[in-house]
Structure formats: structure tokens, C-alpha cells
């Protein structure tokens, strides 16, 4: 068997090959197979030693996911490629080697390193030049962003601070003083769950009914006046800001996600909280509208050229108006989306490539709730054809329910999509899937059922690594895998970028992307992540970044025609790209 996976890589080294010479050189690792073939070369002095271990190193070279990107690299990609390398021995010097180092157990001294810790290390990655090459680097494709966790915490905090029906809830009292001690109302501050809500006139007197979250006999998800919090926030927590204090809500933190008591089941209760708290910020128009334009905003200033959203379509989750009296329903929701990047657009000199929206609904429904979306997921596609790029389930995944548990759903699914009026019609699935540490659950089965399903695209993959069979048969199918760094270190899968199974996925040439997942969450934009791939392997280049990008957009749910334009566009900005580095940089 081992003999055979080798005589297959043989033949893809000999058949890929670009430049090499024809006839390779004989290593001890060749055994004699016909009469043509020499015999295995003994190795008998150090300089032949020396001359079959670059041999075998180039063998390898051959079989890597960006050796095509590196052996057609142009004079230019070249000289760029050298800088970045330099650029990233400074940063060390200039930034890393430079903080003080981190006392950790017993005062034990830990210097500071690229690879670290994401949330360890953001303050110091944005000091980095190659942090700022890659903000201006041009990205191509985001193919994996959740709709409800996009910008930074501040923008939506300061729009629901206009809107005079805005209402705050908690989970336990904020309390401080009296019967509380100081610890107390400390924890309760940590571990509180906060939400918003426009509500209607009258409406925070339903169920819960109002109160005041600073009492101590505050009740359980009582409302109260969001201005009234931000007047009385200071008073009672030591003139502390309340804008900070609910961005700080908004966001993982370091202490909390690298605990030692913590897991990847707790760093997810953490996270879900913080989309309940997000849900509530912008589920009225006005603020919808304004986070829709930011996002397109922010796509621009990381240098994103086009990108396929994932918002949340389901009954519950409709939009309010801004008086809280009327609803927004799914189909309104797709017209502000599609009205607001025409508007973008309209406006906008340096225009975006294109934009999609993933149909997305939790794995958590029942049957006939994933039916009913699937229905409306076709609908859509069949109102808006050029918009609807795919359908998926989204939420955690080990606590939702498989895929398999869909199946007659999706073939039937499958089955509408051909006979529509008007098709047929392409929608592929793009499942989440494979985001796990588990294996041999439920969870880790997802992989196969995604195959087995005809996933274009699987989001995160990670656990992908540990399923050989269905690897291979995932790159005979041209399935492309949506990876998700940042957001995996933060969730508990790996603890630092260097242990990311995306490297072990990248060795076997499975095509991936880099994508940012929940942004606002996790401190964190696509440029992050194309740092973090960067520096969490020792030998990753600039051909390496470039086929990761050219792969985001060759895996896009671009028509041909939309694709064959988003490859132009960003051919000349990759020229660009490089010209502004060698003018930046260069003179290092």
C-alpha cells in the first residue's frame, strides 16, 4: 500500500514538473523497477548525500499546493517575495523580540513570537509591515463571512444610541454596593448576558416587563431605556465607560479563551451569547441599512474584490422598523441587501467585483422548518438569479443536528431545483462541516455526508485532515475547503496558527481559502488571517498567498462571465499590489 501511494506521487512529480531537468537524479529512495531504471544510489560521501537530499527535496516541492504559483512566479512576484521574507526577519527584531516578555507559571519568562496566541498578539500584528502588506494586498474572494458579525463593535453601539425606542436587557442585576461586594458585582459584570431590542410603544411592558438593571432587585431580562443604562452605567461602576464596557462585551478575550479550565464547548457558549447580544443592535432598518453599507465599506478598505455573505434566514429572525411597531420579513431583507450595494455601487469610483448571499438557517430546526427554508432558498434563487449563491446550515455544530438527519430534504431539494419553472436552477450546498475535534461522532460525520451530498464548498474542514478516503475523493471532486483560522484558535480547536490543521490540508493539496468568519467577535478581519497563515508556517511565501487567493475566487459562485471579470480586475490590482510594495518597502 505504502509502495503504491509513493509510485503515485512518483508519477504526479514526474508529470508536474515545470522547468526540471528529464532525467532526475537516482536517490537510496529509488529502488530498481524495469531495466532502464538505474539502481538505487547508494549514498557513499557527504557531497552525495548532501546532492540526493535536495533531490528528494525537490521531489517533495513538486507535490506542494503552491508550486505551481512558485515555478511560474514572474522577475517581479520574485523581488516582492524576497521583501516579504526580509520584512518578516524585522518585524521579529523591531516588534516581537522587542516587548517585554510575558511572565507565565512561577514567573517563568515567555518572549514574545509572530505565532503566538491571536488575541495575545493583535495589538502587536498591527505595528507589523507585513500586516500592512497584507491590509494592501488584494484578497479576491471572501467566500466564508456571517452576515450578524462583521464590524467593529463601536459603529452599532453608536447607531442604536439614535434610536429613541432602543431597549437593554440583562440576565442577572449589574448591581454594586450595599449587601453586594465589590467581587460580586465584578463577576456579574463578566458574566452577564446583555441583548437589545427596538420594541414598540408599550412593548416593554409585555412579559418580562421593565425594570432597572442597577437594582438589586432587578429580574431576569426585564427591559430598560438603553439611554437611561448609558446615563446611569458611570454611577454605579466607578465612572467606567459604557461604550467600552459592552465592546468589551462584543469581543473574545485573551484570559478567557486560553484559560486552562476552558473548552471548546464553553468558548462556544461564549460566542453564542455574543451573536445574541449583535442580533439585537441591528435588526431594525435604518440600522441594517447603515451595517449592509459598512460592510461593503469595510470589504473595500481590506481589499476584498467580491464576497459571498451568510445572513440568517428564518421566521423569527425579521427586521423591525425603526419605530419597532412593523416587521421586515426575509424577502424585505434581501431587497435592503441588493438595495444598499447598488447604492455602494452607484456611488463608489473603485467599484466592487460583485456581492451574493449564502441562504442560511440554523441546523438546530426541525424537518419542515429546513424544508420551508429550502423552498424559500429555490424561491429566491428563481426572484433574484444573479444574488442567491448557495444554501447551508449554520450554528454549532455539535449541538445542532447532522446532516444526514436532512437528507430526504436536500435530494428533494436537489430534485425542485431541476424541475422549477423558469430552471433548472444551481444552487449548490456550501455546509458548514468537519469543525470539530470530535471524531467518530455525529459531528465528524458530517464530512462524509457533505460529500455524499455534493457540497461545493465545505466551511472550515478542519477535522478533514483525519479522513484520508474522504480527502481524496473531496479533491477528485474539486471541493474546496473555507478555512477559518483566527476563528478556530479562538473556539478551542487549536491553540495557536501553528497547529492549524489548514498546513496538513495544504501539504495534501486541498484546495483551501482564508476567510475571517465572525470579524467583530474575534478581533479580527481577512487580513489577520492572511497574516496569521503567513507567519504560522516558517517557509510560506508570497506564491503561497496567491494561490490561496486565486483559489478563492476559482471556488466562487461567479457565473463564467462574472468570474472572467473578477480575474481581470484583480490581475491588475495584484500589479499594482506589487509595484506599491517594491516602491515601500523595496529600499529595506
Not at 507589523?128 to 463593535?153: D, E, R, V, W
Not at 439611554?227 to 464596557?245: I, M, T
Not at 483525519?466 to 473556539?491: A, D, F, T
Request: proline residues 4%; contains cysteine.
Amino acid at each position: 500500500m505504502a509502495q503504491e501511494m509513493i509510485d503515485a506521487q512518483d508519477k504526479v512529480i514526474a508529470g508536474a514538473a515545470i522547468g526540471a531537468p528529464k532525467r532526475r537524479l537516482t536517490t537510496v529512495l529509488d529502488g530498481q523497477r524495469t531495466r532502464s531504471e538505474a539502481a538505487a544510489a547508494p549514498i557513499t560521501s557527504v557531497t552525495s548525500y548532501h546532492s540526493q537530499r535536495d533531490e528528494i527535496a525537490r521531489r517533495e516541492s513538486t507535490l506542494s499546493f503552491d508550486y505551481r504559483t512558485t515555478a511560474t512566479a514572474s522577475a517581479k512576484e520574485k523581488h516582492v517575495n524576497a521583501i516579504i521574507q526580509a520584512v518578516k526577519a524585522q518585524d521579529k527584531i523591531a516588534v516581537y523580540d522587542a516587548a517585554e516578555p510575558r511572565l507565565g507559571w512561577g514567573g517563568q519568562k515567555h518572549p514574545r513570537f509572530p505565532a503566538d496566541h491571536f488575541l495575545s498578539n493583535v495589538d502587536l500584528i498591527e505595528k507589523t509591515n507585513l500586516f500592512s502588506i497584507a491590509q494592501k494586498m488584494p484578497k479576491g474572494a471572501h467566500l466564508h463571512i456571517h452576515f450578524n458579525a462583521c464590524l467593529k463593535p463601536d459603529v452599532l453601539l453608536g447607531i442604536a444610541k439614535e434610536r429613541k425606542r432602543m431597549f437593554i436587557t440583562s440576565d442577572m442585576p449589574l448591581a454594586r454596593g450595599g449587601a453586594i461586594s465589590q467581587e460580586a458585582a465584578d463577576i456579574a459584570l463578566h458574566r452577564c448576558e446583555i441583548q437589545f431590542s427596538i420594541l414598540g410603544p408599550g412593548k416593554e411592558h409585555e412579559k418580562q416587563g421593565t425594570g432597572n438593571c442597577f437594582s438589586p432587585q432587578y429580574a431576569e431580562r426585564q427591559w430598560m431605556k438603553y439611554s437611561q443604562f448609558l446615563d446611569e452605567f458611570p454611577g454605579h461602576h466607578n465612572g467606567q465607560d459604557p461604550d467600552e464596557w459592552l465592546a468589551s462585551k462584543l469581543l473574545f478575550h485573551e484570559e478567557e479563551a486560553h484559560n486552562h479550565l476552558q473548552t471548546v464547548q464553553g468558548s462556544w457558549a461564549k460566542f453564542n451569547g455574543r451573536t445574541r447580544m449583535m442580533k439585537g443592535l441591528f435588526n431594525y432598518e435604518s440600522a441594517y441599512r447603515k451595517y449592509t453599507r459598512g460592510i461593503l465599506e469595510d470589504f473595500q478598505r481590506d481589499n476584498i474584490q467580491y464576497a459571498e455573505i451568510r445572513p440568517n434566514f428564518m421566521p423569527s429572525n425579521q427586521l423591525w422598523t425603526d419605530d419597532g411597531v412593523k416587521t421586515i420579513d426575509n424577502h424585505g431583507i434581501m431587497e435592503i441587501i441588493i438595495q444598499e450595494y447598488n447604492n455602494f455601487q452607484a456611488g463608489n469610483k473603485d467599484k466592487f467585483v460583485g456581492l451574493k448571499v449564502i441562504y442560511c438557517t440554523p441546523r438546530s430546526f426541525k424537518n419542515e422548518q429546513v424544508a420551508q427554508a429550502l423552498a424559500q432558498c429555490l424561491e429566491f434563487k428563481q426572484k433574484w438569479p444573479k444574488w442567491i449563491a448557495g444554501f447551508d446550515l449554520v450554528g454549532e455544530e455539535s449541538q445542532g443536528r447532522p446532516l444526514r438527519d436532512f437528507v430526504p430534504e436536500f435530494l428533494e431539494f436537489k430534485e425542485n431545483c431541476k424541475s422549477a419553472k423558469g430552471g433548472p436552477y444551481d444552487i449548490p450546498f456550501l455546509f458548514h462541516c468537519g469543525e470539530t475535534l470530535e471524531v467518530g461522532n455525529d459531528t465528524d460525520g458530517n464530512l462524509l455526508d457533505a460529500l455524499l451530498l455534493g457540497s461545493k464548498r465545505i466551511g472550515h474542514g478542519f477535522a478533514l485532515a483525519r479522513h484520508p478516503y474522504i480527502m481524496e475523493h473531496m479533491k477528485k471532486n474539486g471541493v474546496c475547503l473555507e478555512l477559518c483560522p483566527i476563528s478556530n484558535e479562538e473556539l478551542g480547536l487549536t491553540p495557536r496558527v501553528t497547529g492549524h490543521a489548514m498546513y496538513n490540508l495544504l501539504a495534501n493539496n486541498v484546495h483551501c481559502t482564508l476567510n475571517s468568519d465572525n470579524g467583530t467577535i474575534f478581533r479580527s478581519s481577512l487580513s489577520h488571517d492572511f497574516y496569521q497563515a503567513m507567519v504560522g508556517k516558517t517557509n510560506m511565501t508570497l506564491y503561497g498567498w496567491k494561490q490561496l487567493i486565486e483559489w478563492s475566487l476559482d471556488h466562487s459562485c461567479m457565473s463564467k462571465a462574472e468570474l472572467e471579470s473578477a480575474v481581470e480586475d484583480w490581475k491588475r490590482r495584484w500589479e499594482e499590489f506589487l509595484d506599491w510594495v517594491i516602491e515601500e518597502y523595496g529600499g529595506n
